[in-house]
């Protein structure tokens, strides 16, 4: 089991939070082809399932991989 109110998984927080800021500003940018914004896309979904890791374990789901 983890432990989501340590430093470290503070520190891992505001990093997410601030590589999901970077992604959905970066996605929301005219001219990106559509490789370059379904890799973003990608990114945000994982940055989103990562920051979510504490809602699940409180869920007790477990974060399975996509399919």
Do not use: C, Y
């Amino acid at each position: 089991m983890n432990d989501f109110t340590t430093a470290t998984w503070h520190q891992l927080r505001k990093w997410a939070e601030k590589e999901l800021e970077r992604a959905r500003v970066k996605n929301d940018a005219v001219g990106l082809s559509e490789n370059e914004t379904a890799s973003l896309r990608g990114e945000i979904k994982m940055l989103k399932r990562f920051l979510d890791l504490p809602n699940q374990a409180t869920r007790g789901v477990v974060a399975e991989l996509d399919e």
